[in-house]
């Protein structure tokens, strides 16, 4: 298995384990499902022995728990651990829906690559390197595009691979720095998101021989859904460039698309209202008037 255990089992989310070693609140066990921050995501909330877990680091390929309080049990104790399933499944979410908008970008921004990713509470933001120009209408494109991605239902799948082989394959969006949560022993972890559904049908019918065009497949530690419908209400934000030839896209997920999409129809309604026209004729009228 390449990568940590979270990744490779993102739905496990109770677990019973012994403890390795303490150090004050540092705590290391036998096995452990929490998510440790790396690739843009942050770590995983959740309890060892109902001590609220603060933190987790990846420290020498192995996850130490910072707990908010120093524990009463020993090493070689045996701890029942649970995960805040909210808070992993929003990161679950918010990075696979990173991906569906990295596969939105290779078609819609000219020489677009990856560059980075940040999931926070409220955003999540992708970073690419191009010296492209993102207008509003590429933006809007953007959320059409993610959004049908999510309604296709596409399944979404990872496994690991040989270096070598996945630098020979063209459609992997593959760094070795910027994914080196997704690299162990000469192995790298990939995640895709599959080809269209009619697609897939076609494959099925046609015999393996038949080319598959996925969406996106990407170098990647982070955690996953199984399914793009997993993933729920998508909306772009806005783009901005925090640094010469790099843009920045950033998107809500979950609740704060919910929000942000009730803000922008109540902005509608009201130009609607004020302007006296259909939604289809607000850009004409405001540019007449």
């Given amino acids: 298995m390449t990568g940590q255990r979270a990744a490779a089992e993102p739905y496990a989310t109770r677990f019973e384990t012994e403890v390795t070693s303490i150090d004050g609140r540092r705590v290391w066990l036998e096995r452990s499902h929490f998510y440790a921050a790396s690739s843009g995501q942050p770590a995983d909330r959740g309890t060892v022995a109902d001590i609220d877990v603060v933190d987790v680091e990846l420290v020498g390929g192995e996850s130490v728990h910072v707990l908010a309080e120093e524990p009463s049990f020993r090493v070689g104790h045996r701890v029942l651990c649970s995960i805040d399933w909210a808070f992993r499944m929003y990161c679950m979410r918010a990075h696979t829906a990173s991906h569906v908008l990295i596969g939105a970008t290779r078609r819609l921004v000219a020489d677009g690559s990856y560059a980075g990713l940040e999931i ?45 082989a996945a630098r020979e394959r063209d459609e992997i ?58 993933i729920g209400p998508v909306t772009v934000l806005g783009c901005s460039r925090p640094a010469e030839g790099v843009i920045r896209i950033e998107f809500a997920v979950g609740p704060q698309a919910i929000s942000r999409r009730l803000a922008e129809k109540r902005a509608a309604f009201a130009a609607t209202s004020a302007l006296d026209v259909d939604l289809e004729a607000v850009g004409d009228e405001l540019e007449r008037v």
């Fill in 120 to 164: 926070a509470p409220e955003t999540v933001r992708v970073d690419l390197e191009t010296d492209a120009i993102v207008d509003d209408e590429t933006l809007i494109e953007l959320d059409g595009a993610v959004n049908r991605v999510i309604w296709e239902s596409r399944p979404v799948s990872w496994d690991d691979m040989p270096i070598a």
């Fill in 173 to 230: 969006a593959f760094d070795a720095c910027a994914d080196a949560g997704a690299i162990e022993s000469g192995r790298v972890r990939v995640v895709t998101i599959e080809d269209e559904p009619d697609s897939r049908n076609e494959t099925r019918l046609s015999g393996p021989t038949r080319p598959t065009n996925p969406w996106d497949v990407t170098a990647c530690g982070g955690t996953h859904v199984r399914n793009t419908r997993e």
